[in-house]
C-alpha cells in the first residue's frame, strides 16, 4: 500500500520559512518524480514545484520562483519543500504526490498517488 505523509506545515508570519516533508512508502521512492501541489480556500489545486526521480530536474510555478526550493533524499524516501519569504497567498493546504512517467508535470492527473496533505497558515 502506497503512502505519502506530509508534514512540516503551521502557522507562521508573513516573510517567514517553513520547511515540509513527504514520506514516502510502499513504493520504489527512487522510481518517483516528485511533486507539490497546493490548494488555497476557495481555489483550484494548483502546481508548486517538481522534482525528477533523480533529482536532476527540477521545475517551479513563476509565483514560488526563487523563494521555493524542492529537494528529495532517495535513501530517507522522502521528498522536501523549503519555503522562504512566506507570503499571505501562500497559504494552502499542501499535497505531495509522486508520478513513474509521462505526461507534463504541472498537470495534477498526471501523478500517480498523493498525500493527505499539510495546512500552512500565514499571518500577516
Known amino acids: 500500500q502506497v503512502q505519502l505523509v506530509e508534514s512540516g506545515g503551521g502557522l507562521v508570519q508573513a516573510g517567514g520559512s517553513l520547511r515540509l516533508s513527504c514520506a514516502a512508502s510502499?513504493?520504489?521512492?527512487?522510481?518517483?518524480?516528485m511533486g507539490w501541489f497546493r490548494q488555497g480556500p476557495g481555489k483550484e489545486r494548483e502546481f508548486v514545484a517538481f522534482i525528477s526521480y533523480s533529482a536532476g530536474i527540477t521545475y517551479y510555478a513563476d509565483s514560488v520562483k526563487g523563494r521555493f526550493t524542492i529537494s528529495r533524499d532517495n535513501a530517507k524516501n522522502t521528498v522536501y519543500l523549503q519555503m522562504n519569504s512566506l507570503k499571505p497567498e501562500d497559504a494552502a493546504v499542501y499535497y505531495c504526490?509522486?508520478?513513474?512517467?509521462?505526461?507534463?508535470?504541472?498537470?495534477?492527473?498526471?501523478?500517480?498517488?498523493w498525500g493527505q496533505g499539510t495546512q500552512v497558515t500565514i499571518s500577516s
Open positions: 510502499g513504493l520504489t521512492f527512487s522510481r518517483y518524480s
Open positions: 504526490a509522486a508520478k513513474m512517467a509521462g505526461g507534463s508535470y504541472h498537470f495534477s492527473a498526471t501523478y500517480d498517488y
